[in-house]
């Protein structure tokens, strides 16, 4: 059975398993979308009639629910659907950039301040939407209620889009859009708030955005047991935030920070070694930790396999992998 989707004046079919987004998309309509798999909440549009179904408000607000908001990557066809796309304004909250600077020779750090309150809790994710409707999600990488601005770690992608907006037009200053945030990988007190346990960290790339955020965020709370980075990269010349790791790891002693590469020299500042058998032979010990991972899809959903067969409880594990967007 086919049902019609109706869209600024116009009526396009929908097919079976095919979502509102892609229906769109095929017809040439550029709606704003990133990971296509109702993570990064881009692609929220205004369901105006039609059932939305479970799948296209799964992690939204409550308030964005009743607003009868859905995810168009995640919304297939039930009945008959009419939608209106929402301008920036309506679903996100304006920013100003106020510093872009290379932490290394692929990642970029983007500082945003806002203009007025946006609860955010270090270690989610947010959508930057640039003035021409270009949209990403990015972790937060630092304490926002404390620095006063929201720090984002952009990864520099051969033909990325937003990239290479940051790099040839974004200018301190300019205006963004910032939508969400979402996510569940945040530091937390044990179940008891108890702040002891031992806290295992490990991401690749630009995981360490929320990782780092997390670690700044846990010892800001004040956590008393043991906290253990790893930051993976496949050489050197790919890590980055070294010289601010380490003196957070002379500052604070429970604190650990270890980089690891696959490609390198050993007795240099880092361990040469695959950082998942590095963090599943560190958590041998340590069945009580709270691990968080970041990353890439593989890494993140291979560690946490590792993981949780190495004897750390399933609600233990937070995890956060990043859906490559260009
Ligand atoms: S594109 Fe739909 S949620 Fe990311």
């Not at 790893?230 to 003196?247: P, S, V």
Request: with cysteine.
């Amino acid at each position: 059975m086919s049902f019609k989707l109706f869209y600024e004046g116009n009526t396009y079919a929908l097919e079976d398993n095919k979502s509102v987004l892609d229906t769109l998309l095929d017809q040439g309509i550029d709606i704003p979308h990133s990971c296509k798999s109702g993570v990064c909440q881009s692609c929220l549009v205004e369901v105006v009639s039609g059932t939305p179904g479970q799948a296209s408000q799964t992690g939204l607000k409550a308030t964005y629910k009743a607003k009868n908001y859905a995810m168009a990557c995640c919304l297939y066809a039930q009945d008959d659907l009419a939608i209106r796309r929402l301008s920036a304004k309506e679903s996100a909250v304006t920013a100003s950039i106020v510093k872009i600077e290379a932490l290394n020779h692929n990642v970029l750090r983007l500082c945003v301040k806002l203009g007025e309150p946006f609860d955010v809790i270090p270690g989610q994710y947010l959508t930057l939407i640039t003035a021409e409707g270009l949209a990403r999600s990015y972790s937060i990488a630092n304490l926002p209620a404390v620095d006063g601005y929201i720090e984002l770690h952009i990864r520099v992608l051969d033909n990325g889009r937003l990239s290479s907006w940051l790099l040839n037009q974004a200018r301190p200053w300019m205006e963004v859009q910032l939508r969400g945030p979402a996510g569940e990988c945040f530091y937390v007190a044990d179940d008891d708030g108890s702040k002891d346990f031992p806290m295992v960290l490990a991401g690749t790339s630009t995981g360490l955005a929320p990782l780092y955020g997390i670690v700044r965020d846990a010892l800001y709370q004040g956590h008393q047991g043991s906290i253990d980075l790893f930051h993976g990269a496949l050489q050197a010349e790919d890590l980055y935030l070294m010289d601010d790791l380490q003196a957070l790891s002379q500052q604070y002693e429970q604190f650990s920070y270890i980089p690891c590469v696959l490609k390198g020299i050993e007795g240099d500042f880092y361990t040469v070694g695959d950082i998942q058998q590095l963090v599943t032979d560190h958590i041998a010990d340590k069945k009580d930790a709270h691990v968080y991972l970041c990353g890439a899809p593989e890494l993140v959903n291979s560690l946490k396999t590792k993981i949780f067969l190495a004897g750390i409880a399933s609600k233990h594990i937070y995890h956060d992998a990043f859906l490559p967007s260009k």
